[in-house]
T-cell receptor
């Protein structure tokens, strides 16, 4: 099976711009979660989408939003970029169900965002 | 709120030796999952091993094994016969329910020397 893919892999933006990141999950996975990784804050959960609905949300401002399509692909959008948004953005996919053994997230390679 | 603590920012091990990475967590839940992920310089997060809290038996995956102490809320990772390719950041993570929302520790950087 193909793994989780993320596009683009690298991105440079300037303050005030907006950005959209894309994540394609492993085939059959219906849950996509997004994480932000920075040297100062570590790995922080942004949100999770399951069957096109946001099911969990972390503690991030409303500038961070996402959506999921019927094929389970997910996009994350950050509006009005700030310097502090520079980070590695990781998405992870899973079945999203209580299956008694398959509750595991598999991560994509990440998108490195630099805000100048 | 659940917290995950990794108290060893860096560890070093010689090739072929054994090393143990520590992780403690705080939760009031009785049903949860614990994971160790490895992040090499490529930044790709790779699942190393998982443990379900309701299972008393410690998980093992080839050279990787865990020591899960539920009462002590401790979840350490033992790497046997260390290899150069094991050099990476190792993150301990906690999840409940469908484990779609993980709480991560701050990571331990493992160096493997010849």
């Amino acid at each position: 099976k193909a793994g989780v893919t993320q596009t683009p892999r690298y991105l440079i933006k300037t303050r005030g711009q907006q950005v959209t990141l894309s994540c394609s999950p492993i085939s059959g996975h219906r849950s996509v979660s997004w994480y932000q990784q920075t040297p100062g804050q570590g790995l922080q959960f942004l949100f999770e989408y399951f069957s096109e609905t946001q099911r969990n949300k972390g503690n991030f401002p409303g500038r961070f939003s996402g959506r999921q399509f019927s094929n389970s692909r997910s996009e994350m959008n950050v509006s009005t970029l700030e310097l502090g948004d520079s980070a590695l953005y990781l998405c992870a996919s899973s079945l999203g169900l209580r299956t008694g053994g398959e509750e595991t997230q598999y991560f994509g390679p990440g998108t490195r965002l630099l805000v100048l | 709120a659940q917290t995950v603590t990794q108290s060893q920012p860096e560890m070093s091990v010689q090739e072929a030796e054994t090393v143990t990475l520590s992780c403690t967590y705080d939760t009031s839940e009785s049903d949860y999952y614990l994971f160790w992920y490895k992040q090499p310089p490529s930044r790709q997060m790779i699942l190393v091993i998982r443990q379900e809290a309701y299972k008393q038996q410690n998980a093992t995956e080839n050279r990787f094994s865990v020591n899960f102490q539920k009462a002590a809320k401790s979840f350490s990772l033992k790497i046997s016969d260390s290899q150069l390719g094991d050099a990476a950041m190792y993150f301990c993570a906690y999840g409940t329910g469908t484990a779609s929302k993980l709480t991560f520790g701050t990571g331990t950087r493992l160096q493997v020397t010849l």
